[in-house]
């Protein structure tokens, strides 16, 4: 692999990681309601719709890091 696909490859993780570390710190910031009445609100609803929401586009941007890990690797397919 060439020295170029290596740097686009380490670009793109650096990119990838610093959007998932930006949602979870978005993440760490979301106010829910605690229990009782609140959670049967539009209000608590739409919070935890967020966080779902949240939660997803970490878990793809993990995936897209670790693909990006994967496809930077030497091997076989370089040759």
């Given at each position: 692999?060439?020295?170029?696909?290596?740097?686009?490859?380490?670009?793109?993780?650096?990119?990838?990681?610093?959007?998932?570390?930006?949602?979870?710190?978005?993440?760490?910031?979301?106010?829910?309601?605690?229990?009782?009445?609140?959670?049967?609100?539009?209000?608590?609803?739409?919070?935890?719709d967020r966080?779902?929401?949240?939660?997803?586009?970490?878990?793809?941007?993990?995936?897209?890091?670790?693909?990006?890990?994967?496809?930077?690797?030497?091997?076989?397919?370089?040759?």
């Amino acid at each position: 692999m060439s020295a170029s696909l290596h740097y686009s490859a380490l670009t793109r993780l650096l990119t990838l990681n610093n959007q998932v570390h930006d949602l979870e710190n978005q993440l760490l910031g979301v106010v829910l309601p605690r229990g009782g009445k609140w959670l049967d609100s539009p209000v608590a609803t739409q919070g935890l719709d967020r966080v779902a929401q949240m939660q997803e586009q970490i878990d793809r941007g993990v995936r897209a890091s670790l693909t990006a890990c994967w496809l930077g690797m030497p091997g076989e397919r370089d040759e």
